[in-house]
């Protein structure tokens, strides 16, 4: 995702006031056919510029980049559990190296990849990257993580382990999220030309690009190893299936607006797109490796545009914070005239991580 007032602009063409107990524009189980209800609704505190949320299966806990650190919320009981950090320049992505009990974030402003271990939350190293990164993913064939600067469209490769830079990927363009799949190949997002970009992680070599058409800005990324379909979620209110094998566009299905992650079950065969504009999310059923069939749109939260998943019990993290309209617009209005805005348009101390659980 883009720098704070581009994501916040993004969230300007509906503007929906949800209401919800603790300060927040609405949260979920807004009618009874919703598949998904709110459980729990976890403050985070100030400051409520954030990013990325990510889950890590080892330690059932959620992090959430957001302002100068990591907040770490256990999974099953909403309880705070600790930060990663300082990060002074702001985090952005997240990721974990599942054998080493290793995790990898990043700091933007001052182009640092930062090492820490999952259990303790200490911050083990801080390695020099180029400024500007977002998304950050771990590659389990190659066990390195890849650092994604959307601004330089640049690609860095870290051996987690050894604690050191091993090359960079220039690719070009901007950026978003990438994802492995389990064959030794990166995925990754381009925002300029609509497109994915494929990376074999044995030789850090890029060995494709493949256009997609019915998409414009593709943000989330996701994939189903097991029938090697990728799903974009795009800034155009559309999810964009894509053949892993050859780039081939499968599927498109509508979604909300203003997506800026999504996520697979392989569990329960469901593809979710976090929509912060709309306050929404997006349910998409794999009926089969070339059908695909929104199913439902859960209610969540204006701004909630982050998410993350517990792939074993399909409970969902949405990352939101309390806006109103008048804010928002005031602020889009500035940003378009080219002014820096005042304030932010979000009430201080707002920000929350909602959890919502399946109903069956």
Excluded: K
Excluded at 34 to 54: E, I
Excluded at 111 to 132: C, N, P, Y
């Amino acid at each position: 995702m883009r720098q704070p007032i581009v994501m916040i602009a993004r969230l300007a063409s509906t503007v929906l006031l949800l209401t919800a107990a603790a300060g927040l524009a609405s949260a979920s189980n807004a009618h009874s056919a919703s598949p998904y209800r709110l459980v729990r609704s976890v403050p985070l505190g100030s400051p409520d510029r954030w990013d990325y949320a990510a889950y890590d299966p080892a330690s059932h806990r959620v992090f959430v980049a957001h302002g100068n650190r990591l907040t770490v919320v256990d999974g099953r009981s909403g309880r705070i559990v600790g930060q990663v950090g300082p990060i002074p320049g702001g985090p952005h992505g997240i990721a974990f190296d599942p054998h080493a009990d290793l995790g990898i974030s990043d700091d933007g402003r001052f182009g640092q990849a930062v090492l820490f271990d999952t259990h303790s939350l200490r911050v083990l190293a801080r390695l020099r990257i180029e400024r500007g990164a977002d998304a950050v993913t771990f590659d389990p064939v190659s066990e390195h993580a890849f650092v994604i600067d959307g601004r330089t469209g640049t690609v860095t490769v870290i051996d987690p382990l050894r604690r050191r830079v091993l090359t960079a990927i220039h690719i070009g363009g901007d950026l978003e999220y990438a994802v492995p799949g389990d064959n030794g190949q990166l995925y990754v997002n381009g925002v300029t030309h609509h497109e994915i970009f494929r990376i074999d992680t044995a030789t850090n070599r890029l060995d494709a690009a493949w256009p997609m058409p019915t998409c414009r800005a593709p943000h989330g990324l996701a994939i189903d190893t097991a029938t090697h379909r990728l799903f974009a979620s795009c800034e155009n209110g559309r999810l964009v299936v894509v053949d892993a094998n050859d780039g081939a566009t499968v599927a498109t299905v509508p979604i909300g607006q203003g997506t800026d992650a999504d996520r697979f079950d392989a569990r329960r065969r469901l593809i979710f797109s976090s929509n912060g504009t709309d306050g929404t999310l997006s349910v998409i059923r794999e009926e089969s490796p070339q059908q695909f069939v929104l199913v439902a749109t859960v209610r969540t939260a204006l701004s909630g545009r982050t998410m993350a998943l517990d792939p074993a019990s399909g409970r969902l993290y949405v990352v939101a914070a309390h806006t109103t309209p008048q804010a928002l617009r005031a602020f889009i209005a500035a940003w378009r005239a080219g002014r820096r805005p005042r304030r932010s348009p979000f009430q201080a101390d707002s920000l929350r991580l909602l959890i919502f659980d399946p109903l069956r």
